[in-house]
Protein backbone atom coordinates (compact mmCIF):
# COMPACT_ATOMS: atom_id res chain seq x y z
CA UNK A 1 0.00 0.00 0.00
CA UNK A 2 1.30 3.85 -0.77
CA UNK A 3 0.96 6.50 1.54
CA UNK A 4 0.94 9.97 0.37
CA UNK A 5 1.53 13.30 2.34
CA UNK A 6 1.00 16.81 0.58
CA UNK A 7 2.39 19.68 2.27
CA UNK A 8 3.42 23.53 1.29
CA UNK A 9 -0.06 24.89 1.25
CA UNK A 10 -1.03 27.95 3.23
CA UNK A 11 -2.05 31.76 1.93
CA UNK A 12 -0.47 33.24 -1.11
CA UNK A 13 -1.58 36.73 -2.20
CA UNK A 14 -3.17 37.28 -5.82
CA UNK A 15 -0.70 36.91 -8.42
CA UNK A 16 1.74 34.79 -6.29
CA UNK A 17 3.52 31.16 -6.92
CA UNK A 18 2.76 28.29 -4.32
CA UNK A 19 4.95 24.98 -4.58
CA UNK A 20 3.43 21.85 -3.18
CA UNK A 21 4.69 18.58 -2.32
CA UNK A 22 3.66 15.13 -2.34
CA UNK A 23 5.96 12.33 -0.55
CA UNK A 24 5.08 8.63 -1.23
CA UNK A 25 6.49 5.92 1.29
CA UNK A 26 5.22 2.41 1.67
CA UNK A 27 4.96 0.28 -1.78
CA UNK A 28 6.22 2.80 -3.78
CA UNK A 29 7.31 0.15 -6.42
CA UNK A 30 3.34 -0.20 -6.87
CA UNK A 31 3.40 3.90 -8.31
CA UNK A 32 2.51 4.05 -12.14
CA UNK A 33 1.20 7.76 -12.26
CA UNK A 34 1.18 10.55 -9.50
CA UNK A 35 -1.81 12.73 -10.23
CA UNK A 36 -2.75 16.45 -8.96
CA UNK A 37 -5.98 17.24 -8.02
CA UNK A 38 -7.79 20.13 -6.10
CA UNK A 39 -11.79 20.57 -4.56
CA UNK A 40 -12.92 24.30 -3.79
CA UNK A 41 -16.32 24.16 -1.36
CA UNK A 42 -18.89 23.56 -3.16
CA UNK A 43 -17.27 22.24 -6.45
CA UNK A 44 -16.27 19.13 -7.92
CA UNK A 45 -13.19 18.12 -8.10
CA UNK A 46 -10.53 19.01 -10.73
CA UNK A 47 -7.45 17.57 -12.07
CA UNK A 48 -4.42 19.29 -12.56
CA UNK A 49 -1.68 17.66 -14.10
CA UNK A 50 -0.07 13.88 -14.08
CA UNK A 51 3.34 12.39 -14.31
CA UNK A 52 3.70 8.88 -15.49
CA UNK A 53 6.28 7.33 -13.22
CA UNK A 54 7.44 4.84 -15.98
CA UNK A 55 8.34 7.44 -18.69
CA UNK A 56 8.89 10.73 -17.01
CA UNK A 57 5.83 12.53 -19.80
CA UNK A 58 3.73 15.06 -17.91
CA UNK A 59 -0.06 15.76 -18.95
CA UNK A 60 -1.26 19.03 -17.65
CA UNK A 61 -5.09 19.78 -17.69
CA UNK A 62 -5.75 22.08 -20.39
CA UNK A 63 -6.87 24.92 -18.47
CA UNK A 64 -3.69 24.22 -16.46
CA UNK A 65 -1.12 24.70 -18.96
CA UNK A 66 1.21 27.74 -18.78
CA UNK A 67 0.33 28.05 -14.86
CA UNK A 68 1.51 24.35 -13.69
CA UNK A 69 4.45 22.71 -13.70
CA UNK A 70 5.11 19.09 -12.24
CA UNK A 71 8.20 17.69 -11.26
CA UNK A 72 9.62 14.85 -9.33
CA UNK A 73 12.96 14.15 -6.94
CA UNK A 74 13.38 10.49 -7.40
CA UNK A 75 15.90 10.59 -4.32
CA UNK A 76 13.44 11.24 -1.71
CA UNK A 77 10.23 10.02 -3.62
CA UNK A 78 8.74 13.42 -4.12
CA UNK A 79 6.63 15.17 -6.82
CA UNK A 80 5.98 19.04 -6.49
CA UNK A 81 3.98 20.93 -8.09
CA UNK A 82 4.08 24.51 -8.76
CA UNK A 83 1.37 27.09 -9.47
CA UNK A 84 2.08 30.40 -10.89
CA UNK A 85 0.10 33.70 -11.26
CA UNK A 86 -2.25 32.56 -8.45
CA UNK A 87 -5.95 33.93 -8.38
CA UNK A 88 -9.03 33.60 -5.79
CA UNK A 89 -10.36 31.01 -8.17
CA UNK A 90 -7.38 29.09 -7.30
CA UNK A 91 -8.05 28.22 -3.26
CA UNK A 92 -9.14 24.97 -2.84
CA UNK A 93 -7.79 21.67 -1.08
CA UNK A 94 -4.85 19.70 -3.26
CA UNK A 95 -4.45 16.63 -2.99
CA UNK A 96 -2.15 14.24 -4.58
CA UNK A 97 -3.34 10.75 -5.72
CA UNK A 98 -1.15 7.63 -6.97
CA UNK A 99 -1.99 5.22 -9.97
CA UNK A 100 -5.26 8.23 -10.54
CA UNK A 101 -4.27 10.54 -13.22
CA UNK A 102 -5.01 13.24 -15.21
CA UNK A 103 -3.88 11.88 -18.70
CA UNK A 104 -3.37 12.27 -22.12
CA UNK A 105 -6.02 14.00 -24.08
CA UNK A 106 -8.48 14.46 -21.08
CA UNK A 107 -8.60 11.12 -19.92
CA UNK A 108 -8.06 9.94 -17.05
CA UNK A 109 -5.19 7.12 -15.95
CA UNK A 110 -6.87 4.45 -13.78
CA UNK A 111 -4.65 1.34 -11.98
CA UNK A 112 -4.46 -0.61 -9.50
CA UNK A 113 -3.12 -0.27 -5.81
CA UNK A 114 -5.25 3.60 -6.20
CA UNK A 115 -3.81 5.76 -2.86
CA UNK A 116 -4.80 9.86 -2.27
CA UNK A 117 -3.20 11.61 0.37
CA UNK A 118 -4.89 14.06 2.88
CA UNK A 119 -4.55 17.19 0.72
CA UNK A 120 -2.92 20.53 1.68
CA UNK A 121 -5.38 23.80 1.61
CA UNK A 122 -4.29 26.48 -0.35
CA UNK A 123 -5.91 29.74 0.02
CA UNK A 124 -5.44 32.39 -2.25
CA UNK A 125 -6.16 36.40 -0.90
CA UNK A 126 -6.76 39.30 -3.27
Known amino acids: QVQLVES ?5 QTGGS ?5 TASGSKDSIHCIGWYRQAPGKTREG ?7 DGLIDYVDSMIGRATVSRDNDTNTVYL ?3 DMQPDDTAMYY ?8 YGG ?16 TVSS
Open 82 to 84: EMS
Open 48 to 54: IAGIDFD
Open 107 to 122: MTVELAFQSWGQGTQV
Open 8 to 12: GGGSV
Open 18 to 22: LRLSC
Open 96 to 103: CSANYCPG
